[in-house]
């Protein structure tokens, strides 16, 4: 599970990289005046643009590894899958507002606050549609195995009775 969990990291850190600085490249783009690929607070706090850049990448890269990394609670088979959803979602939410305060990818408190709701009403809504497509995948297989077993008692039903006429 540990080879699994460094491989999802090590997948999800260059997601992060990809994401986070794509996003802010793009967001820069666009923005009024000149092209800022990081936040000023970043860049004051770095000294300048390349040292800010750099640490944004990196965060973005550690948040992408941990998002991705921390999947592996849903192969912790002593966890139920609502605690392991908690706890993957908790970690999530937990480790973006720190992120984001220090990498300025929100102004305010506030605004921290409502990303981080809507990540977890984001969470839930996937979480509730793979509950519901899981729940009628286990109703289908267990009414095939419902099928199997009554073809299985008729078999041995007509053996017997095909035994008794034999003796």
């Not at 090590?10 to 820069?28: C, E, H, Q």
């Not at 990081?38 to 640490?55: K, R, Y």
């Not at 990448?57 to 088979?77: D, K, M, N, P, Q």
């Not at 008729?154 to 003796?167: D, F, G, Q």
Request: aromatic fraction near 10%.
């Amino acid at each position: 599970m540990l080879k699994k969990t460094l491989k999802r990291a090590l997948i999800g850190f260059l997601l992060g990289i990809i994401l986070g600085d794509g996003i802010a490249i793009m967001t820069g783009l666009f923005s009024e005046g000149n092209f800022r690929p990081v936040a000023v607070t970043l860049e004051q706090m770095c000294g300048n643009m390349a040292a800010a850049f750099l640490i944004q990448t990196i965060l973005s890269g550690v948040y992408g590894a941990v998002c991705f990394g921390s999947v592996s609670f849903y192969e912790i088979e002593s966890l139920p899958l609502a605690l392991a959803s908690i706890c993957h979602c908790l970690l999530i939410v937990i480790l973006y507002i720190p992120t984001s305060l220090f990498l300025g990818w929100c102004e305010t408190i506030w605004d921290h606050l409502i990303m981080a709701g809507i990540q977890i009403a984001a969470y839930f809504m996937i979480w509730l549609i793979l509950y519901c497509s899981y729940r009628k995948e286990v109703r289908k297989l267990n009414e095939l195995q419902q099928k199997i077993q009554k073809q299985s008692q008729s078999s041995e039903k007509e053996e017997k009775y095909h035994e008794k006429e034999n003796h």
